[in-house]
């Protein structure tokens, strides 16, 4: 690849830029945590996101931090795959991580329209093409390059996190008792479908540890700096996701308004119309870091792939003055465009799914890795010996598992979404026999001689 211009690294994201896209590839704050309440009650929400991070982001951080040490390579993910299980698996994993990532930009237009209805509710009947504004806007945004990338969203995260300081400022000045004593176990009779869903949001919004790691050739000084930023950006969402769920429990909102207004109705019932209005304005700047850092991260897969030979060769181009892969960031556009009409909770489901079974090949490429090359340089390694890493890819699949079983444990109105997700994991091995390459390019790169053949 070649890189941009830079004096001293000047060219690169640095720690505290590549933190607020770390953030927002995961996060974009607690906007679009807001239904836990309702499917699981206060008590249970708060020890999902507490547990939940253990099983399921924390195994994934360990993984991410020694495989993009080893590879830092654009591409991250897949190329992980791809060297440790071969082509073939490799594509498997470019292609689940396009199709959970064009559901998951889908969302955040849908969201930035809620939180702008709080101003103007007649907006809803606008939201197509306010939503096609959004996603060409970051398009834009990124086809300048990667700086103005890192820039808007350090500027963007400000935004996010300033409103939520200030609810929870006001919300002790107003003599709410931060206590847990006060928070509620009651479940409403919690059924294992509605748990599902309940974990299914809280896992949702603890994805894409994996994502920063696509550009890390452009990221200044890379195993430094993903260290201190992905360390930082997990406290930061972590106590972020507490403290706000805490706040709706204590304060006794109605947990359905909350779902369906958003953390507005918190600001609204806290401080007022002024709070609801900072809030709002907060899950605006979110929608907007999330897709423009999203598209950033997605964009650089596909560029990957296309070296492979595993895709179209205009997706390899790069612009010659902003050094971003144009073609691949214009495509990814396109394609989120036509994916602005499915409801949140459907959206949901497809995107952990997908999500789920990419990650699982990559905890698989950690464990062969360590036992087919042993001695490569790893300047972090994940404490555990293969036994152990066997053991830690079991909690996030467990996490899987356990949502995807509840989903599926009686006929809901998430039945659908669920047998499409499954539908969409099983597109890969038809999608590898239409795509894979015909000749030996692909085969070269993927420094494996066995990896041209299907099976």
């Given at each position: 690849?070649?890189?941009?211009?830079?004096?001293n690294?000047r060219?690169?994201?640095?720690?505290?830029?590549?933190?607020?896209?770390?953030?927002?590839t995961?996060?974009g704050?607690?906007?679009?945590?807001?239904?836990?309440?309702?499917?699981?009650?206060?008590?249970?929400?708060?020890?999902?996101?507490?547990?939940?991070?253990?099983?399921?982001?924390?195994?994934?951080?360990?993984?991410?931090?020694?495989?993009?040490?080893?590879?830092?390579?654009?591409?991250?993910?897949?190329?992980?795959v791809?060297?440790?299980?071969?082509?073939?698996?490799?594509f498997?994993?470019?292609?689940?991580?396009?199709?959970?990532?064009?559901?998951?930009?889908?969302?955040?237009?849908?969201?930035?329209?809620?939180?702008l209805?709080?101003?103007?509710?007649?907006?809803?009947?606008?939201?197509?093409?306010?939503?096609?504004v959004?996603?060409?806007?970051?398009?834009?945004?990124?086809?300048?390059?990667?700086?103005?990338?890192?820039?808007s969203s350090?500027?963007?995260?400000?935004?996010?996190?300033?409103?939520?300081?200030?609810?929870?400022?006001?919300?002790?000045?107003?003599?709410?008792?931060?206590?847990?004593?006060?928070?509620s176990?009651?479940?409403?009779?919690?059924?294992?479908?509605?748990?599902?869903?309940?974990?299914?949001?809280?896992?949702?919004?603890?994805?894409?540890?994996?994502?920063?790691?696509?550009?890390?050739?452009?990221?200044?000084?890379?195993?430094?700096?993903y260290?201190?930023?992905i360390?930082?950006?997990f406290?930061?969402?972590?106590?972020m996701?507490?403290?706000?769920i805490?706040?709706g429990?204590?304060?006794?909102?109605?947990?359905?308004?909350?779902?369906?207004?958003?953390?507005?109705?918190?600001?609204?019932?806290?401080?007022?119309w002024?709070?609801?209005?900072v809030l709002?304005?907060?899950?605006?700047?979110?929608?907007?870091?999330?897709?423009?850092?999203?598209?950033?991260?997605?964009?650089?897969?596909?560029?990957?792939?296309a070296?492979?030979?595993?895709?179209?060769?205009?997706?390899?181009?790069?612009?010659?003055?902003?050094?971003?892969p144009h073609?691949?960031?214009?495509?990814?556009?396109?394609?989120?465009s036509?994916?602005?009409?499915?409801e949140?909770?459907?959206?949901?489901?497809?995107?952990?799914?997908?999500y789920?079974?990419?990650?699982?090949?990559?905890?698989?490429?950690?464990?062969?890795?360590?036992i087919?090359?042993?001695?490569?340089?790893?300047?972090?390694?994940?404490?555990l010996?293969?036994?152990?890493?066997?053991?830690?890819?079991?909690?996030?699949?467990?996490?899987?598992?356990?949502?995807?079983?509840a989903?599926?444990?009686?006929?809901?109105?998430y039945?659908?979404?669920?047998?499409?997700?499954?539908?969409a994991?099983?597109?890969?091995?038809?999608?590898?026999?239409?795509?894979?390459?015909?000749?030996?390019?692909?085969?070269?790169?993927?420094?494996?001689?066995?990896?041209?053949?299907?099976?």
């Amino acid at each position: 690849m070649t890189k941009p211009p830079s004096f001293n690294g000047r060219g690169f994201l640095r720690p505290l830029q590549l933190t607020a896209v770390i953030f927002f590839t995961v996060s974009g704050g607690p906007y679009g945590l807001e239904p836990v309440l309702q499917y699981v009650g206060g008590g249970m929400a708060l020890m999902l996101i507490i547990v939940t991070p253990i099983l399921w982001s924390i195994p994934v951080i360990f993984m991410v931090l020694e495989l993009n040490g080893m590879m830092p390579i654009n591409g991250g993910y897949y190329q992980w795959v791809k060297t440790g299980l071969g082509l073939k698996w490799g594509f498997f994993e470019g292609w689940w991580s396009w199709l959970f990532t064009f559901t998951d930009l889908a969302i955040y237009p849908v969201l930035f329209i809620q939180y702008l209805s709080f101003f103007y509710p007649e907006v809803i009947q606008y939201k197509i093409p306010i939503c096609l504004v959004i996603i060409w806007v970051s398009a834009a945004m990124n086809l300048l390059g990667i700086l103005p990338v890192g820039r808007s969203s350090l500027l963007l995260g400000i935004g996010v996190l300033v409103p939520f300081a200030i609810l929870f400022g006001v919300a002790i000045n107003k003599g709410f008792s931060f206590s847990l004593s006060g928070v509620s176990m009651q479940t409403n009779g919690l059924g294992f479908t509605v748990f599902g869903m309940g974990l299914y949001t809280v896992m949702w919004n603890f994805l894409g540890w994996d994502n920063a790691s696509s550009f890390v050739e452009e990221v200044h000084r890379p195993v430094r700096s993903y260290l201190i930023s992905i360390i930082a950006a997990f406290v930061l969402i972590l106590s972020m996701y507490f403290l706000s769920i805490w706040t709706g429990t204590i304060t006794g909102i109605d947990a359905g308004v909350l779902k369906a207004q958003g953390f507005p109705s918190l600001g609204l019932q806290v401080g007022g119309w002024w709070l609801g209005a900072v809030l709002s304005f907060g899950g605006m700047a979110s929608a907007l870091g999330l897709f423009i850092s999203i598209l950033l991260a997605i964009s650089r897969v596909p560029k990957a792939m296309a070296d492979d030979g595993l895709l179209s060769p205009a997706l390899s181009k790069i612009h010659p003055k902003h050094n971003v892969p144009h073609i691949s960031i214009i495509i990814c556009a396109l394609v989120v465009s036509g994916m602005i009409f499915w409801e949140f909770g459907d959206l949901l489901i497809i995107d952990v799914t997908l999500y789920g079974a990419a990650l699982f090949l990559e905890f698989v490429a950690l464990i062969v890795l360590r036992i087919t090359k042993p001695d490569a340089e790893r300047p972090f390694r994940v404490p555990l010996n293969v036994a152990g890493l066997v053991a830690m890819t079991v909690l996030p699949v467990v996490c899987l598992v356990v949502a995807l079983a509840a989903a599926l444990s009686e006929v809901s109105i998430y039945t659908n979404a669920t047998m499409f997700a499954i539908a969409a994991v099983a597109t890969a091995p038809l999608a590898w026999l239409l795509l894979k390459p015909k000749s030996g390019k692909a085969l070269l790169n993927s420094g494996d001689e066995n990896d041209s053949t299907p099976g």
